[in-house]
């Protein structure tokens, strides 16, 4: 589990990316491992989504829900309570819900698909260096905006 983002990391409540990784000691340690979350489809990265700025905490999760519900690609989410055991002591501290107060209760957030290729995601077919003409460069495309970077994937129709 890691923060993600880039201008929401000044938030107090944090954006997460989780990958879920096999335990020490199993047959392929320290490697990903697809799960189910929540009855959402098999994957090993997820997002905890805190709409921080979004006081009503559904704005995106609507948007989502209503792309899917009209037959348009929208990522799948649930809203979730987060709890963490900061600590380490096995027992979750509610504490006053402050922060100072040493609760292990961060909130509602917004468990989500990490948008990206694959077969339980965004199923299409990669576009490869050597695809220069139709059909292998016609399709959807998703693209992708990071800070610094941009992607693109493309689909086969």
């Known amino acids: 589990m890691h923060v993600r983002g880039f201008s929401s990391t000044v938030y107090d409540k944090k954006q997460y990316r989780l990958e879920i990784l096999n335990l020490p000691g199993a047959l392929v340690p320290e490697s990903d491992q697809d799960i ?88 299409i077919d990669k576009v490869r260096p050597w695809h220069t003409t139709e059909p292998e460069i016609t399709g959807g495309y998703v693209l992708k905006k990071d800070h610094n970077k941009m992607r693109c994937r493309a689909a086969k129709i």
């Open 36 to 123: 189910s979350l929540l009855g959402l489809p098999s994957e090993s990265d997820w997002i905890l989504f805190g709409p921080y700025s979004d006081k009503t905490l559904m704005r995106n999760h609507l948007m989502y829900t209503w792309n899917r519900d009209m037959g348009r690609y929208g990522v799948r989410c649930r809203f979730v309570e987060v709890f963490l055991d900061k600590d380490g002591n096995g027992a979750i501290e509610f504490g006053d819900g402050t922060e100072s107060s040493g609760t292990d209760y961060w909130g509602v957030y917004v468990l989500m698909e990490n948008i990206k290729q694959g077969k339980n995601r965004i199923d």
